[in-house]
């Protein structure tokens, strides 16, 4: 089955359904560096550097004529604006736009749009009546849910909004929980450990696996990537030598207690417990639940890029803020992966029948 991914990002979504044998034949990113990097990760893809905007989809569907799947995570604004029925012709909404009129261009036998989960609740609903009905009207039957990382054997409390789409009256239903939970412990410590300002964007293991998922993600990986701190200023490396193991914000004096609003600000990841989700300041521990368990220090891209389910092979280019930028808006491969087992599942179905 051969599959488009619009909004790509780095292509979480892309490498997922690799993972379950689908032909990733293009993608679509706008920003120069990540469509470097996705390229790179997946030498098979065109990727298409480019304005989704300003793309002759006439001609890119005579280049590519016979994609069966089109997943995506359109930018949407509007559907954080509580309160107000903006409708999909809302000019802060008009990325959403061409994400339909792909999958009309196209008609894919899937579909799968991925997006943050107020799109389901804000405004009563209103935003999810309106994209269902879009895509009723193209003729596919439509599921839409909120899946959390954490119920797919991934070390983290992501929730994201998902709409799947089946061409025709038969529907197909979004995956449902049965993984194991994975912690914090399980994805990261057999890294090496590292101190603020150490690491080298190549380096070498220096012990070996000691859990399924380690194992995993390892795969046949020799050659460790992005595995380097950031170099924490002096006050920022006082504050984090104050505040123990499962400790936050409140373990600081009031001289050192900062402004900052984010929730786990200060505070360290539990080695038994999963991540809050992943964002793109994950260098910052006033951004975030971002902070090693034991180590003074934030996470680095690896370490990140292990809570979102990437494998180590997965390398990550372009400077360090890209990087960031890559990790913390991608879906996590392994969410992905376990959607397209469904899609496979179906099709596979269908062929028997």
């Known amino acids: 089955m051969r599959v488009a991914d619009l909004f790509a990002g780095v292509g979480g979504l892309s490498h997922g359904f690799s993972m379950e044998g689908f032909d990733i034949v293009f993608s679509i990113e706008f920003d120069k560096e990540i469509a470097s990097s996705n390229q790179y990760n997946h030498p098979n893809t065109k990727v298409y550097n480019a304005d989704i905007t300003k793309i002759n989809i006439e001609n890119l569907y005579q280049r590519h004529p016979n994609i069966d799947i089109i997943v995506g995570g359109p930018p949407c604004q509007g559907f954080s604006q509580k309160g107000k029925r903006l409708s999909l012709n809302d000019e802060r909404n008009y990325l959403f736009q061409y994400f339909i009129k792909f999958v009309k261009k196209f008609k894919p036998k899937y579909f799968l749009l991925e997006n943050v989960p107020n799109i389901i609740t804000t405004s009563n609903g209103f935003f999810k009546d309106e994209i269902i009905s879009a895509f009723c009207n193209l003729g596919y039957s439509i599921d839409c849910n909120i899946l959390k990382a954490s119920d797919f054997g991934i070390p983290q409390d992501r929730r994201r909004a998902f709409f799947l ?30 101190s603020s300002g150490e690491g080298k964007d190549v380096a070498i293991y ?7 998922y380690q194992k995993r993600l390892r795969n046949s990986a020799t050659i460790l990537f992005n595995h380097k701190s ?23 004096p009031k001289e050192h207690l900062t402004k900052s609003i984010f929730s786990g600000t200060w505070c360290r990841l539990k080695e038994n417990g999963i991540a809050a989700t992943i964002t793109t300041r994950f260098d910052t521990p006033s951004s975030g639940l971002f902070t090693h368990p034991i180590l003074d220090r934030c996470l680095t891209v690896r370490e990140a890029a292990r809570i979102q389910s990437f494998p180590d092979t997965f390398r990550f280019y372009g400077n360090k803020t890209s990087q960031m930028k890559q990790v913390g808006n991608a879906v996590p491969p392994l969410l992905a992966k376990a959607i397209a087992e469904i899609i496979k599942k179906d099709i596979n179905n269908e062929s028997t029948t």
């Open 206 to 212: 220096d012990k070996e696996p000691s859990s399924e």
């Open 165 to 194: 789409g089946k061409l025709g009256s038969d529907s197909i239903k979004l995956p449902k929980s049965n993984y194991q939970k994975i912690s914090i412990k399980d994805a990261i410590y057999d890294l090496p450990f590292i």
């Open 230 to 252: 950031t170099n924490h200023s002096k006050i920022a490396l006082e504050r984090l030598s104050l505040i123990p193991k499962n400790g936050g914000r409140d373990s600081l």
